[in-house]
C-alpha cells in the first residue's frame, strides 16, 4: 500500500517571503498522480496543484509550484510571496493512476501559519 | 458546470442516536463519491467509496454505513452514535479519477 509523509506539522513564513512545505511517498508504480490540496480555517478542500508522475515538468499555478522528484518519491509544494490569505493546512495526496476507483491517499497534513 | 452539495453543515446528536448525512453531485453523471472523515487536527480517512449505484465498498470496519440510491447521491448513515463518531465528515466525487472536488463538510458532534 502507497503511504504519504508530510514531515512538518508547522510551517511559518512571514508575508511576501517563500515557503516550501515537504512530501514525500512510498509506492512501486511508476504511473500516478501527485496533488497538494489547502484546508483554510472554512476547512472546504481545495484542490491546490496537481502534478502527473509521468510528466517531468514540474507543475506551477500563479505562487505555487511543485518540485517532483520522481526517483527521490518527493513531491513539495513551494509557496513564493506569501499572502494572509495562505495561512491554511496544507495536504499532500497520491493516487495511482491504475487505481479505477480513484482512491487518493493523504498524508497528515501541515499548517502553515502567516505572520504579517 | 459541476457542483456538490452536502448537508447539513452542522450536526449535534446524542450518544445511540440515528445519523444520516447526504451528498448530491450535480452537473456529472456516474461520478466516484467518496466519504472521508477527519478528526480534530488530523488528516483524511477514507471511509467508503462507490462507483455506481448500489455499490459501495468500506476502507475500514466501524459504526457507519453508506449507500447510494440514485447516480449521483451518496448517504452516510449509522443506526447508533458513538462518541467516537465525532468529526469532520466530507463527501467528494471524481469523474475521471484525477482529482477530487470536495464538499463543504459536516462537522458532528456526538454528545
Known amino acids: 500500500a502507497q503511504t504519504v509523509t508530510q514531515s512538518q506539522p508547522e510551517m511559518s513564513v512571514q508575508e511576501a517571503e517563500t515557503v516550501t512545505l515537504s512530501c514525500t511517498y512510498d509506492t512501486s508504480e511508476s504511473d500516478y498522480y501527485l496533488f497538494w490540496y489547502k484546508q483554510p480555517p472554512s476547512r472546504q478542500m481545495i484542490l491546490v496543484i496537481r502534478q502527473e508522475a509521468y510528466k517531468q515538468q514540474n507543475a506551477t499555478e500563479n505562487r505555487f509550484s511543485v518540485n517532483f522528484q520522481k526517483a527521490a518519491k518527493s513531491f513539495s509544494l513551494k509557496i513564493s510571496d506569501s499572502q494572509l490569505g495562505d495561512a491554511a493546512m496544507y495536504f499532500c495526496?497520491?493516487?495511482?493512476?491504475?487505481?479505477?476507483?480513484?482512491?487518493?491517499?493523504f498524508g497528515a497534513g501541515t499548517q502553515v501559519v502567516v505572520t504579517p | 458546470s459541476q457542483t456538490i452539495h452536502q448537508w447539513p453543515a452542522t450536526l449535534v446528536q446524542p450518544v445511540g442516536s440515528p445519523l444520516s448525512l447526504e451528498c448530491t453531485v450535480e452537473?456529472?453523471?456516474?461520478?466516484?463519491l467518496y466519504w472521508y472523515r477527519q478528526a480534530a487536527g488530523r488528516g483524511l480517512q477514507l471511509l467508503f467509496y462507490s462507483v455506481g449505484i448500489g455499490q459501495i465498498s468500506s476502507e475500514v470496519p466501524q459504526n457507519l454505513s453508506a449507500s447510494r440510491p440514485q447516480d449521483r447521491q451518496f448517504i452516510l448513515s449509522s443506526k447508533k452514535l458513538l462518541l467516537s463518531d465525532s468529526g469532520f465528515y466530507l463527501c467528494?466525487?471524481?469523474?475521471?479519477?484525477?482529482?477530487?472536488?470536495f464538499g463543504s463538510g459536516t462537522r458532528l458532534t456526538v454528545v
Open positions: 495526496a497520491y493516487r495511482s493512476a491504475t487505481d479505477s476507483w480513484g482512491k487518493l491517499q
Open positions: 452537473g456529472t453523471s456516474n461520478p466516484n
Open positions: 467528494a466525487w471524481s469523474v475521471t479519477g484525477l482529482g477530487y472536488t
